[in-house]
């Protein structure tokens, strides 16, 4: 919602051209209001989300909503000038100087209202993990605002990084309290390790439960949408909910985030609350698994729009 292109199938279809920054600000306010009415309380944003974090806190100004928790994350800088095609969208840098000037960024806008600050996609070729200033920069921006550590991952290596992540003391104490990592039908490999963090007192948070638009009727393998559409409609639902109930059943999801860019998505979205998934179900999204080279490979080829 804070910038006109992202890596989804279809997203430049749903802002149907209307891209000006006012014209998507009124568009996140509209989503935020309706997501606020129907229950949800955590709301997610980055750095490199555009103005997300702005149109947010222009939301929070404005609404003065009761009970919200938000999470931003540091680590990429938006580099796409606006544009939804553009030849780089955003840049990681995981370096102290970096976190020091995006966690300035970020607190001017959001202010208190930051609960939850998180590395952005820390996978292992960056070193953001075994970088000791880093981690006790971290460690004290807990200590001194109040806010908590959280880190959030992607790439077929999000299991090692979870793995080093749990491990992770400074000064005697767990930094991370919350891990965000991708978990869905098509990529499930890292369930059980995220079962562990929660086992061990980490919050979940999944992201790209849709897996970018592939777990909706967008999905342009005939096979798998095929499969999605035949079960989502004998259970009287669309995909996307069919999808984000795969992984509300599980216990240690503490909270799965919804990409809609538009109510009527979001509405859709919502369904998955009420909906349960039976073994036939179950069983046939099983069949929907990847391995985890071949989910990233796919995902990389995927098209800003």
Do not use: C
């Not at 806008?109 to 996978?123: C, D, E, F, R, V």
């Not at 999605?228 to 059943?249: H, I, K, M, T």
């Amino acid at each position: 919602l804070g910038r006109p292109g992202y890596l989804t199938l279809g997203h430049g279809a749903d802002l149907a051209g209307d891209t000006a920054p006012e014209a998507l600000a009124a568009r996140a306010h509209e989503i935020l209001d309706l997501a606020y009415v129907r229950g949800v309380r955590y709301f997610d944003a980055a750095r490199s989300y555009g103005l997300a974090e702005a149109f947010l806190a222009s939301w929070l100004e404005t609404r003065r909503p009761a009970g919200v928790v938000v999470g931003s994350k540091w680590g990429y800088r938006y580099t796409a000038d606006w544009q939804a095609q553009a030849a780089v969208h955003e840049v990681k840098e995981h370096s102290l100087a970096h976190l020091n000037a995006q966690w300035r960024e970020s607190y001017a806008l959001l202010g208190a209202n930051l609960k939850l600050y998180q590395i952005h996609s820390a996978t292992p070729e960056t070193g953001v993990l075994e970088n000791e200033r880093v981690l006790e920069r971290l460690a004290r921006l807990r200590a001194e605002t109040g806010v908590r550590i959280g880190v959030s991952l992607s790439g077929p290596e999000q299991l090692a990084a979870l793995e080093a992540a749990l491990g992770l003391r400074v000064a005697g104490e767990r930094l991370f309290d919350t891990v965000q990592a991708t978990y869905n039908a098509l990529e499930p490999s890292v369930g059980p390790m995220l079962a562990t963090a929660r086992a061990n007192g980490m919050g979940v948070i999944v992201k790209e439960a849709l897996a970018n638009g592939r777990l909706t009727e967008r999905n342009p393998d005939p096979a798998q949408r095929a499969l999605l559409e035949g079960q989502a409609r004998r259970l009287g639902a669309r995909p996307d909910a069919l999808a984000l109930a795969f992984v509300l059943r599980e216990p240690w999801a503490d909270t799965v985030l919804s990409g809609a860019s538009t109510t009527e998505q979001l509405e859709s979205n919502l369904e998955a609350l009420e909906l349960a998934l039976d073994e036939e179900a179950l069983g046939a999204l099983g069949r929907l698994r990847e391995e985890p080279a071949a989910y990233w490979e796919a995902r990389s080829r995927l098209a800003w729009s």
